[in-house]
């Protein structure tokens, strides 16, 4: 588990291809490895990733053929950078929102604006994705924890502030780039129980209107 709080900007190493997955090889930067161990989890552009080869600056990770499919990652090249944070402690300060490091889907970067000192995202989404994402909402995009200023279409908005774009791949995102996707674990869960038979006990306590009564979007 995550928070989308970044703690390193990374850079790939190296991308070696084995029997259809991919070994990935990624300098840590300022991220701190003294306490990471191997089968440890780093979240890379918010994909989780277990640490399977540990040097004092650099660590691997095994890429599956389900994660390349699912995420940017497969598209990524020596010298690419990206967002790094360590598994969340029970005793960390959750900064952001509850993130898994699964994956849902890519977006697309449909336009870039300025705001003050911040800068205005335009994203879409994927059709499949966007029942899960609302206004003043959490989203992690490339493993980045934003809130969602505003649903227009099939877009939603972001506006993030100078520290996030220097301590984050954000400073590089340019109109049509695609990025990473994990809605919100509480949206998904609420639409699970939502659509549990109709004749289960849960179905009769958990409803569209209790949901709208306690301020859900639904």
Excluded at 86 to 92: I, V
């Amino acid at each position: 588990m995550f928070t989308g709080i970044i703690q390193g900007l990374g850079q790939i190493r190296g991308m070696q291809p084995q029997g259809g997955d991919l070994r990935m090889t990624v300098a840590a930067g300022k991220l701190d490895l003294s306490d990471v161990q191997l089968g440890d989890s780093i979240a890379v552009s918010g994909a989780c990733l277990t640490v399977v080869e540990l040097q004092r600056d650099t660590f691997a990770v095994d890429v599956s053929r389900e994660t390349l499919d699912k995420t940017l990652l497969g598209r990524l090249k020596a010298g690419s950078p990206v967002n790094l944070e360590k598994a969340l402690r029970l005793a960390d300060r959750l900064g952001g929102h509850l993130v898994a490091g699964h994956v849902d889907g890519v977006g697309h970067i449909r336009e870039v604006s300025v705001s003050g000192r911040s800068q205005v995202f335009a994203i879409a989404a994927p059709p499949d994705l966007l029942r899960y994402i609302a206004a003043k909402g959490s989203i992690c995009v490339d493993g980045i924890s934003l809130t969602v200023n505003a649903l227009h279409g099939d877009l939603f908005m972001l506006n993030l502030i100078p520290h996030t774009l220097e301590q984050t791949t954000a400073a590089q995102w340019r109109s049509g780039q695609a990025v990473n996707l994990e809605v919100d674990l509480v949206a998904r869960y609420l639409e699970r129980w939502v659509a549990t038979d109709p004749g289960s006990e849960l179905k009769s306590r958990v409803t569209r209107d209790l949901l709208a009564a306690k301020g859900f979007p639904v």
